[in-house]
C-alpha cells in the first residue's frame, strides 16, 4: 500500500529552503552591479598575490655581501622548503641507515653436514677396528691440514667420543643460529658505522634485528664464541676440552651483505624523510636598508619571490571562493529581514561600489611599508570609517553597523588585512557606526570624526601593546590613527551632498532642511490654502510625538506631514478646511467633487517629485488616504441614483476611491493616523482627554478593520501608543479656557446668531477630510461628517 504524501508537511520540508532563497532574489541590476564588485575585486586580490610586498621585485638587484639599499617585507605568511637544509637532513638519514644482512640456511646446513660427516667417518673407523694411530692416518688423509693439535688424536682415543657428534652439531648449530657474519668493509662502510641490521625469513616471517657492530660473530672471533658456548652449556668435561678444535674447522660464515635490501631499506629512508620547512612571517623584513646581505637573506628572498609568482591552481580557486563566500555573506545581511526594509536600486549600486572600491584598495595598500621604527597597520592608511557613514547616513545606522563589520573581514580574508589591520579597521568602522544615532546637523559629522579618532588611537595603543613596541613608535602611530577619523569626518562632509543628490536620500540633514517652514513651497501653501497649512502644521506635531514615542523617524514624519496636503494648492475652496460660508461642492456632481478631492493625491505626488522631495515622503503623500472610499460623495451619488430613475447611471465605487495604496511604512501610517485624527477631532463639542480618547480609538479601529493599515508592519503595542499620543498632544492644544464675565452675553449672542449657518453647512460640508468617519467606511453614511 502507497504511503500518500501530506502537500502540507512537504510545504514545511521546504520552508527553511524557501527562506534562505528570498535572501538572494534577484533583481537584474542591482545583481549586475553586485556581481560585478565581485569580478572585479576578485580580478585585482588574483593579480595581485604575484607581488610581493614591498615590490621586491627583480631579486638580481641584491647579491649575498653587499648592502641593501632598500626594505623587502613579507607581505604575508609564507612557508619555504630549505633545499640546502634538506639535503643536508637526507644525507644523515641515508649515513644513519644500517647494512642489511641476510641469513643463508644453505651455508648453515653445509656446515652441519660436514660435522657430521666428519663424525661418521670417524665411527665407521671405529667399527672396523681401525685402531687410533691408522684412524688418525686415515682422517689426515681424508681431511688434510684440517686439524692441528692433538685435538683429533684425543677425540679418537676418548671412550665416549661417540656422543662427541651430537655434542658438537648442538654447539655448532648454536652458533650458526647467532649467525657467523661475512663482513667486507668496502661494501659497508658508507652506512651506519655502529649497527647492522639482521634480517630473518625463517618460517615465511620477516624479522629485523639490529646488531652493534660490536657484538657480531665473524670468522674471526667464531672461534672464541664457541669457545665460551661450550663452557658454558654444561658439556661432559672430555668434550669441553677439545670441543672448540675439533669444531674450529666446520665454522662457516652463514650471514652475507644484501644489496637490494639495503638499497630498499634507504628507499623507505628517503620517503620517510620530511623536508625542512622554514616560514617568513608576515610583515618581516626580508631585506633590511642599510644592512649587508647574507646567504640566509637571499634564501629567504628567492622564497618569497617563488612562492608569489606563477600562482598556484590551488591557491588561486580558494582564493576565488573566499571572494564568493564573502560577497554572499554581504547580500544575506543587506536583505529586507535584517535591514529592516527593502534596499532601492541607487542603494545597491552604492553598497556594491563601497564593496569593490573598499577591497581593491586594502589589496594596493597591503605592500607599502610605512612607519618607522614600527609598521602602520594597513587599516590605518583606508578610511574605514568613511565607507560606514557614508551608507549609514544615506541608508541607515543598521546598514552602517553590519558594514563595519563585513568591510574589514573581505578585506581580511583577501589577505589583505593581518590582525593588526583588521583590528583597528573594525574599531574604526564600528565606532563610525555608533556615532551616527542623534547626528542633526552637518557639522555634527566633524564632531563625531573627533570622537573616531579617539576610537582609533585606543585601538592603536593596544596594537602597539599587544605588539611589544618601544616609545619611539608611539606618536607617529597615535597621529595617524588620529589624522584617520578627522580626515573621514571631514570627506563625510564633501561626499555627502553630491550623493545626497544623485540617491534622493530621506538623511536626517536634507530633512532638516525640507523641514524648515520658510521653505518656497511651504510659504506658497501658507498663502494659497492657509486651512491646510494649519491642518498640516498640527498633523506634523501630531505624527512626530507618536514616532517618537513608536521608536519610527519622527523627522520623516514632521516632514511628510508638511507635505502631505500640497495637491489642494491647486484647488484649494474644494476643501472645507480653506472654506469660509459659500461651499463650491453644492452646485457640483458628486462624482466631479469626489474627482476634485481625489486629484490632490496625484497633484500632490506629481509637485513633490517636481521639488525632488525623498522617495520616502512622496511615498507618505501618495499613501496618507490609502485606498479608501470618499463615503460622503459616494452615498450622495447613490441617493441621487435611486431618487432620479430616469436618469439613472451606474455608480462605480472606483470613481470614489482614493487612488494611492495603504501606507507600507510606520511612519506614513501615522501620518495617516494623525491626518484623520485632527480633522475628525473638529468636529468634537467641548472635546476632553476621555471623549478625544475614546473617539480616537473608534478611528484607529475604523482604519484596522479596512486593512489600511496591513502593510504598514505596525503593532498593537504601536497603536495603543500612537493614540496615547495623539490625546497628549491634543488635550494641550484643546485645553479649556476662562470664559470672562464681560464677554459672556456678547458670546452667548453670538452663539445663536451662528447656531443655524453651523448647522446647515454640516449637513453639506464636504472636503479631502470630508469628517471623523467619511474616510473610514466604505459604505453608508456616518451623522454628522464635516470637518
Known amino acids: 500500500m502507497k504511503r500518500k504524501i501530506d502537500p502540507s508537511n512537504s510545504r514545511k520540508i521546504w520552508r527553511p529552503l524557501d527562506r534562505i532563497v528570498s535572501l538572494f532574489r534577484f533583481r537584474p541590476g542591482p545583481s549586475f552591479a553586485a556581481l560585478g564588485a565581485l569580478l572585479v575585486s576578485t580580478l585585482v586580490v588574483i593579480l595581485n598575490m604575484n607581488r610581493t610586498a614591498g615590490d621586491a621585485g627583480d631579486i638580481r638587484e641584491f647579491e649575498a655581501g653587499r648592502v641593501a639599499d632598500r626594505d623587502v617585507v613579507a607581505e604575508q605568511f609564507v612557508s619555504w622548503v630549505d633545499e640546502e637544509a634538506t639535503r643536508l637532513r637526507l644525507e644523515a638519514e641515508e649515513r644513519l641507515v644500517p647494512a642489511v644482512f641476510r641469513f643463508s640456511p644453505a651455508a648453515g646446513e653445509t656446515a652441519l653436514n660436514a660435522w657430521q660427516s666428519f663424525t661418521a667417518f670417524a665411527d665407521t673407523l671405529a667399527q672396523e677396528g681401525a685402531s687410533p694411530d691408522a684412524a688418525l692416518l686415515a682422517i689426515q688423509a681424508r681431511y688434510p691440514g684440517l686439524f692441528t693439535g692433538d685435538a683429533l688424536d684425543r677425540y679418537l682415543r676418548d671412550p665416549g667420543r661417540r656422543q662427541f657428534g651430537d655434542y658438537g652439531l648442538r654447539a655448532l648449530g648454536a652458533l650458526l643460529d647467532q649467525g657467523i657474519f661475512s663482513i667486507h668493509h668496502a661494501e659497508v662502510e658508507q652506512y651506519n658505522p655502529d649497527v647492522a641490521e639482521l634480517l630473518n625469513t625463517s618460517d615465511a616471517q620477516a624479522e629485523r634485528e639490529q646488531i652493534p657492530y660490536a657484538g657480531i660473530i665473524t670468522k674471526d672471533n667464531a672461534g672464541a664464541a664457541l669457545e665460551q658456548y661450550i663452557a658454558g652449556a654444561g658439556f661432559p668435561p672430555s668434550f669441553a676440552r677439545i670441543g672448540g678444535s675439533l669444531l674450529a674447522p666446520f665454522i662457516a660464515e652463514n650471514v652475507f651483505f644484501s644489496p637490494e635490501d639495503t638499497r630498499q631499506r634507504l628507499a623507505e629512508t628517503r620517503s620517510g624523510v620530511e623536508p625542512v620547512i622554514k616560514n617568513i612571517d608576515k610583515g618581516k623584513r626580508v631585506i633590511r636598508k642599510g644592512f649587508i646581505i647574507s646567504e640566509e637573506d637571499m634564501k629567504e628572498l628567492r622564497a618569497l619571490k617563488m612562492s608569489l609568482s606563477g600562482g598556484d591552481p590551488r591557491r588561486i580557486i580558494g582564493q576565488i571562493l573566499i571572494m564568493i563566500l564573502f560577497y554572499c555573506l554581504f547580500m544575506a545581511l543587506g536583505n529586507r529581514r535584517i535591514i529592516g526594509r527593502a534596499l532601492s536600486n541607487a542603494e545597491i549600486y552604492l553598497i556594491a561600489a563601497l564593496a569593490g572600491f573598499y577591497v581593491i584598495l586594502a589589496v594596493f595598500v597591503r605592500g607599502l611599508s610605512l612607519g618607522e621604527p614600527e609598521p602602520l597597520p594597513a587599516s590605518v592608511i583606508i578610511p574605514t570609517a568613511l565607507v560606514v557613514m557614508l551608507p549609514g547616513i544615506l541608508i541607515g545606522p543598521r546598514i552602517a553597523l553590519i558594514l563595519s563589520l563585513v568591510f574589514p573581514l573581505g578585506a581580511c580574508l583577501s589577505g589583505s588585512f593581518d590582525n593588526s589591520a583588521y583590528i583597528f579597521a573594525l574599531v574604526s568602522g564600528v565606532s563610525a557606526a555608533c556615532v551616527l544615532r542623534g547626528i542633526e546637523r552637518r557639522m555634527d559629522l566633524f564632531k563625531s570624526g573627533l570622537i573616531i579618532a579617539a576610537a582609533n588611537c585606543i585601538a592603536v595603543f593596544v596594537i602597539l601593546l599587544i605588539r611589544r613596541a618601544g616609545p619611539a613608535a608611539y606618536p607617529s602611530m597615535l597621529f595617524w590613527s588620529a589624522f584617520n577619523g578627522v580626515v573621514s569626518g571631514m570627506l563625510v562632509l564633501g561626499f555627502l551632498p553630491p550623493l545626497e543628490h544623485l540617491m534622493n536620500a530621506a538623511t536626517t540633514f536634507r530633512l532638516v532642511e525640507l523641514s524648515d517652514l520658510n521653505a518656497p513651497m511651504l510659504k506658497r501653501l501658507f498663502t494659497a490654502a492657509p486651512g491646510t497649512y494649519s ?233 479631502s477630510k470630508e469628517a471623523a468617519f467619511s474616510r473610514l467606511q466604505p459604505f453608508g453614511t456616518v451623522k454628522g461628517e464635516a470637518e
Open 535 to 767: 491642518h498640516s502644521i498640527m498633523v506634523a506635531n501630531l505624527a512626530e510625538a507618536a514616532c517618537q514615542d513608536i521608536g519610527a523617524n519622527p523627522l520623516l514624519a514632521r516632514v511628510g506631514a508638511y507635505y502631505h496636503d500640497i495637491g489642494k494648492m491647486e484647488n484649494p475652496d474644494y476643501f472645507v478646511e480653506n472654506q469660509t460660508v459659500y461651499n463650491r461642492h453644492d452646485d457640483t456632481p458628486p462624482r466631479l467633487s469626489a474627482t476634485v478631492i481625489r486629484s490632490h493625491v496625484k497633484l500632490g505626488v506629481e509637485k513633490g517629485r517636481s521639488l525632488n522631495l525623498p522617495r520616502e515622503v512622496i511615498d507618505i503623500i501618495a499613501e496618507h488616504h490609502g485606498n479608501s472610499v470618499i463615503t460622503w460623495f459616494y452615498n450622495k451619488a447613490l441617493k441621487q441614483e435611486a431618487g432620479d430613475a430616469a436618469k439613472r447611471s451606474p455608480v462605480n465605487m472606483e470613481d470614489f476611491t482614493y487612488p494611492g495604496s495603504p501606507p507600507r511604512s510606520r511612519e506614513s501610517a501615522v501620518v495617516m493616523l494623525a491626518d484623520v485624527t485632527e480633522a475628525a477631532v473638529r468636529t468634537l463639542h467641548k472635546p476632553t482627554a476621555a471623549k478625544m480618547e475614546k473617539f480616537i480609538q473608534t478611528l484607529i479601529d475604523a482604519k484596522v478593520e479596512h486593512g489600511q493599515l496591513a502593510e504598514s508592519e505596525l503593532t498593537f503595542r504601536d497603536l495603543e501608543t500612537i493614540k496615547n499620543a495623539f490625546v497628549r498632544v491634543l488635550a494641550g492644544y484643546y485645553h479649556s479656557r476662562i470664559e470672562y464675565p464681560k464677554l459672556r452675553e456678547a458670546a452667548a449672542r453670538e452663539a445663536n446668531a451662528r447656531e443655524p449657518a453651523v448647522k446647515d453647512t454640516a449637513s453639506r460640508e464636504t472636503g
